[in-house]
């Protein structure tokens, strides 16, 4: 069975930290000072002079700890017993396929399916080509 990095099955613990200092550090103090101010558009511009792909990609990780601080508030509702199914209503059923451990797409619980989204995520922001941890390296 798939499961890369067992997480608890009660709270993500995000792995991927913004360094305090440095520069995306300072990207992501002014994205939240901008996002405070309730002008959605003003959020998400593009600081004068920074470079595109390190603004989408300090968003992406803030945005990333953000819904795994929300999951984890709700883990103890959300239950392989209360939730068998990953769904949208009594219409939509979400099953899982990663395209590389699981290429056939599983019928799974929510707690099961949010588990593997979290890990491929995580395992996206982790991956140094996609995501540099260091600055100068530039972001595809």
Not at 100 to 128: F, G, H, R
Request: charge should be negative; proline fraction near 6%.
């Amino acid at each position: 069975a798939f499961h890369s990095g067992s997480r608890s099955s009660k709270t993500f613990k995000p792995k991927k930290n913004i360094p305090e200092g440095s520069h995306q550090y300072e990207l992501l103090k002014h994205a939240e000072a901008t996002l405070g101010s309730g002008n959605l558009r003003m959020a998400v511009m593009l600081p004068e002079g920074e470079d595109l792909n390190e603004w989408v990609a300090v968003n992406t990780v803030d945005f990333f700890n953000q819904i795994n601080m929300l999951y984890g508030t709700i883990t103890d509702f959300c239950t392989e017993e209360s939730c068998p199914v990953m769904s949208a209503g009594p219409k939509y059923e979400y099953h899982w396929a990663d395209g590389t451990n699981i290429k056939k797409p599983i019928k799974c619980s929510a707690p099961k399916y949010i588990d593997y989204l979290m890990t491929w995520v995580q395992d996206q922001l982790d991956d140094e080509t996609l995501f540099p941890s260091k600055i100068g390296k530039v972001t595809p």
